[in-house]
């Protein structure tokens, strides 16, 4: 049979297991586009209206599916558009397949319309960056693509697709089939020297990162650590990988880390790191293990030998999948038991805080959620100092999930909720936005209203961009500068998209305010009047000012 290789494309990834992308349409790849027309149901293909919000949601699919997220776009500014996703998918190491269209290869090198070098752009921002240059080596690439990007350290690969490739008709045969990976396992006597050297810990500590574990591989690292009784803690924004209810379970280090977590990895003598890659915010910007030899005795496992001492020099570096390395502990037993109780006790203590000075308490809302939301709930988040509530104020059971970028980028966490609601449409999908963050791909609403993937998103308005403003005031107090946002009607711009919205002005409004959202057959929006001084749980913006004016006083 011959087809041309828009078609090829699109067949070799149905073959792969590919189910659902996302893209904005462009006449680059309309060959593809054409095939994707006999596919409904088989690879469905979700409008979006930014590429930059159709590569999050790729990005955050894949990050959620375990099975590499999938998007098109078009040459030159889609391209660029689409970088974030990249970013964000190479930051938070998961799969993902960006398509990007491509001038013909008899106008390459002309700095013809939109032209990019994809090689040049995205060679340090993916994992892999190619172009076909043969149609019949097509499906040869795209398997390559997908094993490249879920294998090791999963990742983003790019690969651009110039117009004549797809065009052109070739009697080539689709792929029949993905490769089947099994993760590389620790050899009997690496595992041997990680319980030796636990054994003799006197604070031992667990930490754990990663994307890609298996429900059976998160059962068997928790039966280990709760068999140990070793205090567990999360690398950024991965504290979904853990049962958050397990007594060993102590917190995450990441932005905003708490200072017991700081301590924790400070004072331990033994650090089992389990598929983490070491970045700035869960090393507190590198300082909190020394660079290049830690004080601490470090045993770093990982399915990616390019992360082993790529900062640290570990005692044992595992090359090994996490999920393999899990199922083959068995638990060692030592003195350490206050060192985790007392541990457990701060991460308790940590949800404490005070009532805050707005209109609505995040504090109370926060815990009135915890009590809540269902078991199975989805959180996601972009970036901004409202993400405190949904990674520091919530637990995450078993089956709960946390979409949110270790790389902070704004903006990603409403398209990864449409993706969480393309990927679970039955499941309760909450997104955590501000109202800058929001603001970022608020017109993804439209391509939440015609895909049908309506999640509830709460939209925290303080009228400011947070975080920023923060280090303002402690950097160069009372000098307000490009930090205060003049904003629209948040509800009436929902309203036009047709999801259901409703302002909440006050804490006691917001219990049926959230009811009315969960009944929404249409999404929500609600949108929380917060007050700019509720910047962070435990610190007004006021005193955040006075107290730099005061440090400033002092120095003068």
């Not at 319309?113 to 892999?128: H, N, P, S």
């Not at 041997?192 to 930490?207: D, G, I, N, S, V």
Request: aromatic share 8%; with cysteine.
């Amino acid at each position: 049979m011959v087809r041309n290789g828009g078609r090829l494309l699109v067949e070799c990834l149905i073959a792969l297991g590919a189910t659902k992308s996302f893209g904005v349409p462009g006449e680059s790849y309309l060959a593809v586009l054409n095939a994707l027309h006999d596919t409904a149901g088989r690879l469905d293909y979700v409008l979006c209206r930014n590429e930059g919000g159709a590569s999050f949601m790729a990005s955050a699919y894949g990050k959620l599916t375990g099975s590499p997220g999938i998007c098109f776009v078009t040459r030159g500014p889609g391209a660029t558009n689409a970088a974030i996703g990249v970013h964000t998918a190479m930051q938070d190491s998961c799969p993902m397949i960006l398509f990007v269209g491509q001038v013909g290869t008899d106008m390459k090198g002309r700095e013809a319309f939109q032209e990019l070098d994809y090689r040049a752009v995205f060679g340090t921002l993916a994992k892999w960056a190619v172009e076909i240059d043969d149609v019949a080596r097509l499906p040869e690439i795209i398997a390559r693509a997908w094993t490249t990007a879920l294998a090791g350290r999963p990742g983003p690969v790019v690969v651009a697709l110039p117009e004549d490739m797809l065009s052109t008709v070739t009697d080539v045969a689709p792929l029949d089939g993905p490769a089947t990976l099994f993760e590389p396992a620790p050899a009997g006597e690496a595992v041997a020297a990680a319980r030796a050297a636990l054994a003799q810990a006197q604070r031992p500590l667990l930490l754990i990162g990663g994307a890609n574990w298996s429900a059976q591989g998160r059962a068997a690292l928790q039966a280990f650590a709760e068999g140990s009784d070793i205090p567990v803690v999360a690398a950024f924004r991965y504290q979904d990988q853990f049962d958050n209810h397990s007594p060993v379970f102590v917190g995450e280090a990441g932005v905003g880390m708490a200072p017991h977590v700081k301590a924790l990895i400070r004072e331990a003598d033994v650090i089992l790191a389990v598929n983490v890659r070491f970045g700035e915010m869960t090393t507190d910007g590198y300082t909190l293990l020394s660079v290049p030899a830690p004080r601490q005795r470090l045993i770093h496992v990982h399915a990616s030998d390019r992360e082993i001492g790529k900062v640290y020099v570990p005692a044992l570096g595992i090359v090994a999948g996490p999920n393999a390395f899990a199922g083959a502990l068995a638990p060692v037993v030592g003195k350490w038991g206050d060192w985790r109780r007392t541990a457990r006790a701060a991460y308790e203590a940590s949800f404490e805080a005070p009532a805050q000075p707005s209109p609505v308490d995040m504090v109370a809302v926060s815990a009135w959620l915890r009590d809540t939301l269902p078991d199975d709930v989805i959180l996601t988040n972009g970036a901004g100092n409202f993400t405190v509530w949904p990674n520091k104020f919530f637990r995450f059971g078993r089956r709960a999930r946390l979409l949110a970028p270790q790389s902070g980028a704004m903006g990603y966490g409403l398209p990864a909720a449409i993706a969480a609601k393309v990927a679970y449409p039955g499941r309760t999908v909450v997104c955590f936005a501000g109202d800058g963050d929001f603001q970022m791909n608020c017109q993804e609403l439209g391509t939440a209203m015609q895909a049908g993937a309506q999640p509830i998103v709460l939209v925290l308005n303080n009228g400011v961009y947070g975080t920023i403003r923060a280090h303002q005031e402690r950097a160069y107090p009372a000098r307000v500068s490009g930090t205060t946002l003049e904003n629209p009607d948040f509800v009436g711009l929902a309203r036009a998209y047709g999801f259901h919205a409703e302002h909440v002005r006050s804490t006691a409004d917001f219990a049926d305010a959230f009811g009315r959202a969960l009944a929404s057959p249409t999404g929500a929006v609600l949108e929380l009047a917060i007050s700019a001084e509720a910047l962070t749980p435990r610190q007004t913006l006021s005193q955040m000012r006075d107290a730099a004016l005061a440090s400033q006083k002092a120095h003068a």
